[in-house]
T-cell receptor, first 116, second 113 residues
Framework: EAQVTQNPRYLITVTGKKLTVTCSQN?????MSWYRQDPGLGLRQIYY???????DKGDVPEGYKVSRKEKRNFPLILESPSPNQTSLYFC???????????????FGPGTRLTVL | DQQVKQNSPSLSVQEGRISILNCDYT??????FLWYKKYPAEGPTFLIS?????DKNEDGRFTVFLNKSAKHLSLHIVPSQPGDSAVYFC????????????FGKGTRLHILP
């Protein structure tokens, strides 16, 4: 089954404790991205990756890091989480960035993160 | 500045009737528009898209209309069904520019029995 998986689905942590949210897709997609969804703000892109070892900042990259060592995985790293990073996070993938812009991205189920 | 606006946070429609979800945009460079549907505890799923060279795109019960002069698009669902109750996100992109996709805040649609 074609899918994007994220782990964990729910996480409560404390300020400053490094964490990683994993994302994996099994569709051989080149393009992957991370979004956060906040009430009243919709979906905002954090980082994206056009292919292995190619990553770039989205609209709200501050406080986040990513890596793309393998095509299928795109982990989101919070080195020192803060309460303003409490949010619902979605990983997404598509064949290309153009495909994401004109057709469809496949989204993971989301990770709800609470930073105390 | 919000480039993609969904001004109705929620909408309630009787089952069997037409649901119309609206979206306005400000950036005239946008040339692709997409609608995503999201159920609770799930990620958004792609619904339908339209290129700026068209003014209408239809897929089953879903039709998207684009009015470029008004910078407005709408999603029509006919007839509305209980399974259509979800949050709908409008999104826009400027292909050939930076391909960046901008999402609206979403509209929660309630289909009433």
């Amino acid at each position: 089954e074609a899918q994007v998986t994220q782990n964990p689905r729910y996480l409560i942590t404390v300020t400053g404790k490094k964490l990683t949210v994993t994302c994996s897709q099994n569709m051989n997609h080149e393009y992957m991205s991370w979004y956060r969804q906040d009430p009243g703000l919709g979906l905002r892109q954090i980082y994206y990756s056009m292919n292995v070892e190619v990553t770039d900042k989205g609209d709200v990259p501050e406080g986040y890091k990513v890596s793309r060592k393998e095509k299928r995985n795109f982990p989101l790293i919070l080195e020192s989480p803060s309460p303003n990073q409490t949010s619902l996070y979605f990983c997404a993938s598509s064949f290309t960035r153009l495909a994401a812009s004109t057709d469809t991205q496949y989204f993971g189920p989301g990770t709800r993160l609470t930073v105390l | 500045d919000q480039q993609v606006k969904q001004n109705s946070p929620s909408l309630s429609v009787q089952e069997g009737r037409i649901s119309i979800l609206n979206c306005d945009y400000t950036n005239s460079m946008f040339d692709y528009f997409l609608w995503y549907k999201k159920y609770p505890a799930e990620g958004p799923t792609f619904l339908i898209s339209i290129s700026s060279i068209k003014d209408k795109n239809e897929d089953g019960r879903f039709t998207v209309f684009l009015n470029k002069s008004a910078k407005h698009l709408s999603l029509h669902i006919v007839p509305s069904q209980p399974g259509d109750s979800a949050v709908y996100f409008c999104a826009a992109s400027a292909v050939g520019s930076d391909d960046k996709i901008i999402f609206g805040k979403g509209t929660r649609l309630h289909i009433l029995p």
